[in-house]
């Protein structure tokens, strides 16, 4: 659990740090938008420099990125899994009783795994250790303003994904909490097969839900005994102001993405 990226903001100083967060939800889109521009060997390398070059300009140390893969090795390697057995191609890597694996299926399933590692450390130096909570959901409540025309509630929703983000952090010791206390009332929860160790999950999710609604129910009264009312009328103590640095930022996104399209063209290699 300690390896969710998710609400956890690394303190630096750093031009990503400086940026304004508006600017970096936007980065992140077209980011993941230019992972799935890469089709061949260049632009796949490309990808993987450009996040290597992300995690220098972040100043964040790699092991703390690193630790956000973990949580998804299974679903990495099932991925990967599923592109180097199922893969066709021309040509034949090697074949064992009914299994053949193509050269077209390694190509396929290194891609796959650049390809996600590459939006996993791009969503996370942007979205999560460059930003704070707070910075996060007054960007996406700017960039949701226009919808207020349509009566759609702006602040409200980023009012809950700030509250949502900011409590992560706390369920997750709430968790561990708990599980210190059932393992010293003898629960074991590391032994026996898969149904045993779902059932022995039940003594930790009760409790959990339990405080969950209780603290839910206590941030609601502070809330009111604030006077909170939602977004009308409300100001910010922090205005957001968009500097040359961010519009650099932007501009060398979209030449990035229209680079990564230029090396799909030269054909180098296998193409997916």
């Not at 057995?85 to 009783?97: D, E, I, N, P």
């Not at 791009?122 to 226009?146: C, Q, R």
Request: contains cysteine; charged residues 15%; glycine residues 6%.
């Amino acid at each position: 659990m300690k390896n969710i990226a998710f609400g956890q903001y690394y303190p630096a100083r750093s031009p990503l740090h400086a940026m304004d967060a508006r600017v970096k939800v936007i980065l992140s889109i077209l980011y993941i938008v230019a992972a799935f521009l890469c089709k061949n060997v260049l632009s796949f390398g490309a990808l993987l420099l450009s996040a290597l070059f992300l995690l220098v300009l972040s100043r964040i140390p790699p092991r703390i990125v690193l630790r956000a893969l973990r949580p998804l090795f299974f679903i990495m390697l099932f991925t990967a899994a599923l592109n180097l057995f199922f893969a066709t191609g021309s040509t034949v890597l090697f074949s064992f009783w009914r299994i053949t694996v193509y050269v077209e299926g390694l190509y396929s399933a290194v891609f796959m795994l650049v390809r996600i590692i590459v939006l996993i450390f791009g969503t996370s130096i942007f979205l999560t250790y460059t930003t704070t909570p707070i910075a996060l959901t007054d960007a996406i409540e700017s960039l949701l303003s226009p919808l207020r025309i349509f009566k759609i509630p702006v602040h409200e929703f980023a009012m809950m994904m700030s509250i949502a983000l900011r409590f992560i952090p706390t369920l997750m010791e709430e968790t561990n909490k708990i599980m210190n206390a059932q393992k010293a009332r003898g629960v074991d929860f590391s032994s026996g097969g898969l149904l045993k160790r779902a059932k022995a999950l039940v003594p930790i999710l009760i409790p959990l839900i339990v405080s969950s609604f209780r603290r839910a129910d206590e941030l609601a009264m502070a809330m009111e005994c604030r006077c909170y009312r939602g977004g009308k009328g409300r100001t910010k103590m922090t205005v957001p102001h968009l500097h040359l640095g961010d519009f650099v930022a932007l501009a060398l996104m979209v030449a990035f993405g229209a680079g990564l399209i230029y090396l799909n063209h030269l054909g180098y290699g296998y193409t997916m």
